[in-house]
Each structure stands twice: as structure tokens, then as C-alpha cells.
């Protein structure tokens, strides 16, 4: 067998074997990823693998594996903890077990976290032809007139409801949730006037804002996005402190070594810090990590976990 320097692989919409340690023999491998958010963690994963084959000089093979339950089972229990075979993945996995969602693995202590990679905000967007200009004009309409305001998401459980409930649950005000079949449906319905308000996915409602269709608010990122510098963050829009957007990120099967885990980690930081990689994820709405360790990806995975969980609690929200 050819040998070399690293043991790699990604995914969770993306699996794909890699070599990660000097210690490790090369061998080729793949990335699989599935589950929701397809678009923006394919784009992220083959960004990432197209700078990771240049830095470490090694092949990263991206792989679909769709939202089968049966792949997930069997990449949760089965692979190697060898540092070849990573799972990409997205925030679809603290926000399905926030749900109670049958995954047949669990998310917590069948995986580990490597390496935080991107976030995907929402953008706050009311109808162009709406009144409402901020969102605390939003949330004093939402006061004066309660159970009166309507909101949009792309269906029961996905980010859009999650974030629309943290709002309401924040700002303590009552709104009608309406549940769509997707992001498309809900922000043709945005666009008609049909509902007041959404949090919708950047890459979704970007064009929309840009043909004046729609007006932003304020996004649910700490940070702006590059893609929307003149739209201020919920808590600049003074709404506290307000982190909602999606994650994206490589996680390795439980029994990884953490000094492969570690390898992983900063070879990522360093792809981190390349301006093009961060012009990409931009491009297709996110923005990029800041440089982490695996520790404090693990940190955040759980607080998200608890964020969600007292969210879906709160709002009695039940999967369907």
C-alpha cells in the first residue's frame, strides 16, 4: 500500500478518507454527506476538500450519502476511529436531536467534534412594501397587536421555525407560526404579502433583498455577513445577544485519538485564514469559522444542543 503523510476524510453530507497523521499510512477515502441543508454543506465540503489537497498534498474524495438512516447508523457505529473516515455535517444534527428525531446513532456519544468550519445566519426579512423597517418597530407591532403577526419557515423543526420560536421566546410576544413545504414556497408567500416576517436562509432571500422584493432586517449571526455589510446583527438591531445561525462542521466516529483530531483541527485553521476560501462561503451565504480546537467545537456543539432543546421545550414544538 502507498504511504504518506495523512489519515483524511469528511463529511456528514460528506464523507471522505484523508490521511491526518504523520503517523498514519495513506490510503484513499471519502466524504459523505446527507441530511438537511444539502446545498450550502456540499458547496462548504468541496471548498474545504479543494484547499485541503493543496496544504496536505493528499487526494480528498467527496462523497454523497444522502439522509439515509441506515448509512447513519452505520458511520455512527461502524467506522474506524482511525482519523480516515470523517463525517461533514451541519447543525441539522443538534437541531434533529433537539426534536427527538430517530437518527439511529446518537449525535452526542457516537460522534466527536474536530473542527467548526462555517455558519450560515438567517436574515430577518418582512415585504418590501411593509411599514415595518426595524426589527424593534417589528417586536413593538408584535406588542400592540398580539397573535396578529404571522411568520413563515420552511416547515415544522427547521432553522426558520427554531429561530422564529428563540424570537418570540426572547422578546416574549406572540406570533402565528405558518409552516410551508420549503424555502422557496414560504418566501413566494413572503414576497406576496401572505405573512409579515421569516428568518430565511441568506442564499435563499440574498436576491430577493437585492431586487427589493424584500427587505432585511438584521441577521442572526454574532457577526455581519460580507454578503449583507449594511444589515445589522439582531443584537445591533438591539434585539440582546442573538446567535442563531447554522453551523457546519467535521466530526470523527467516537475512540478518534485526540492527537488526530488535533491534526485535523489545525490544518483546517489554516484554510480558515485563506481569503478566498472565506470569498467562497460567502458567495453561497455563510461566513467563515474563526480558527478553533476540537475542544472548543465540542463546547459550542453542546451549548447549541441546550439552545435548541429549551427552544423546542418552550415552544412545544413536536416532529412530525
Known sequence: MQRGPWPWSRSIFDAAHIVTSADLPYKSGALGRGMACRGLVDVAARQLANRLQVTMGQPIVVEKAGANGNYWRRFGSQAAADGYTLLFSSSALTTGTAMGAKMQFNAVTDLERVSLVAHAPSVLVVQQASSIQTAKELVERARKEPGKLSYA???????????????????????????????????????????????????????????????????????????LPQVPTMSEAGMGRFDAAQWIGLLAPKGTDQSIKNKWASEINKVLENKDFEAALSNAGMNTAKPGTAEGFDTYFKQELLQWKTVVKTANIQPE
Open 153 to 227: 419557515s420552511a416547515g415544522i423543526g427547521s432553522p426558520a421555525h427554531l429561530t422564529g420560536e428563540l424570537f418570540k421566546a426572547n422578546e416574549k410576544i406572540f406570533v402565528l407560526h405558518v409552516p410551508y413545504t420549503g424555502a422557496p414556497a414560504a418566501m413566494t408567500d413572503q414576497i406576496a404579502g401572505r405573512v409579515d416576517y421569516q428568518f430565511a436562509n441568506v442564499a435563499v432571500a440574498l436576491p430577493q433583498i437585492k431586487a427589493e422584493k424584500v427587505r432585511a432586517l438584521a441577521v442572526t449571526s454574532p457577526q455581519r455577513m460580507t454578503s
